[in-house]
Antibody, heavy 122, light 107 residues
């Protein structure tokens, strides 16, 4: 079964760090385009970061320089290292996979994890 | 950044109604658009990719159309399980962006 399971969310003080994990099953994160999306309480969806085959990365301006997306080949896991956390980073964080059909990539995210909650507060 | 504006922000409708949501991009995004459904406490679910391609397993009452700057998501006959919030997302440039969402409520 194709599945993503996030973990690592926690309560952290402003300025602190967390590393989120997204364990994949049924496919290889290193041969797919992977994304992190977050949703603040009561708000809409916000794209956070993206990594594509070969390791290229993109970030939202709101997290650039503070967050780092990466993958671990042998663990088949996607990560989001979050440093210098701010109260406005409080959200449910989702990892997701871009649609892929026989080696072609399409504009949509078809597999999502259940989300992990990050709360940044003093 | 490319902005996506969804309209309306909320919509009340009845089971069996035909409803249409609109998503307008601030610049040409070709067909690089997806639509999602989200229910409270759940992850988003992909409905439409590439602006008009129906995701596997999604009921045929859902359809997407448009290209360039104007896109629509249509539900041909509302079912009770369709009441949720709907988001569009563009992939044409970074940062990738979402619309603000349309909340579909039961009338």
């Amino acid at each position: 079964e194709v599945q993503l399971v996030e973990s690592g969310g926690d309560f952290v003080q402003p300025g602190g760090s967390l590393r989120l994990s997204c364990a994949a099953s049924g496919f290889n994160v290193n041969t797919n385009y992977m994304t992190w999306v977050r949703q603040a309480p009561g708000k809409g969806l916000e794209w956070v970061s993206f990594i594509y085959i070969g390791g290229g990365t993109y970030y939202a301006d709101s997290v650039k320089g503070r967050f780092t997306i990466s993958t671990h080949n042998s663990k088949n896991t996607l990560y989001l290292q979050m440093n210098s956390l701010r109260p406005e980073d409080t959200a449910v964080y989702y990892c997701a996979r871009q649609v892929e059909r026989r080696g072609y990539y399409y504009y949509g995210l078809d597999v999502w994890g259940q989300g992990t909650t990050v709360i940044v507060s003093s | 950044a490319i902005q996506l504006t969804q309209s309306p922000s909320s919509l009340s409708a009845s089971v069996g109604d035909r409803v249409t949501f609109t998503c307008r991009a601030s610049q040409d995004i070709l067909n690089a658009l997806a639509w999602y459904q989200q229910k409270p406490g759940k992850a988003p679910k992909l409905l439409i990719y590439d602006a008009s391609s129906l995701q596997s397993g999604v009921p045929l009452r859902f359809s997407g159309s448009g290209s360039g700057t104007d896109f629509t998501l249509t539900i041909s006959s509302l079912q009770p399980e369709d009441f949720a919030t709907y988001y569009c997302q563009q992939f044409n440039g970074y940062p990738i962006t979402f619309g603000q969402g349309t909340r579909l409520e039961i009338k």
